[in-house]
């Protein structure tokens, strides 16, 4: 298992931009699937981002083109770079580690699009 904490969460005006961070607990870099999931309130939750092993990336389609994750084996990080937010991109994100058996989640930071 692997132990997982976001940051960089807050609060951007309209358009504005924010880097979500992940740091995991131990080396991802054999990690199958790393990803970013979020829940707007009232919504069930929903995948933003995936990131496998070997560089192939998955974005949602209200995130194409605006979002971007990346990750950084060295630093056992994951990151989610969102640009020319929208409100309705406001939710908790939360991390997420597929190590194929089970899936780990970190407790999620909070991101408030509003003017």
């Known amino acids: 298992q692997v132990h997982l904490v976001e940051s960089g969460g807050g609060l951007v005006q309209p358009g504005g931009s924010l880097r979500l961070s992940c740091a995991a607990s131990?080396?991802?870099?054999?990690?199958?699937?790393m990803g970013w999931y979020r829940q707007a309130p009232g919504k069930q939750r929903e995948l933003v981002a995936t990131l496998a092993k070997f560089g192939s990336t998955n974005y949602a389609d209200s995130v194409k083109g605006r979002f971007t994750i990346s990750r950084d084996n060295a630093k056992n990080t994951v990151y989610l770079q969102m640009n020319s937010l929208k409100s309705e991109d406001t939710a908790v994100y939360y991390c997420?580690?597929?190590?194929?058996?089970?899936?780990?989640w970190g407790k999620g930071t909070l991101v408030t699009v509003s003017s």
């Open positions: 131990g080396s991802i870099a054999g990690i199958p699937v």
């Open positions: 997420s580690a597929d190590l194929g058996t089970l899936t780990n």
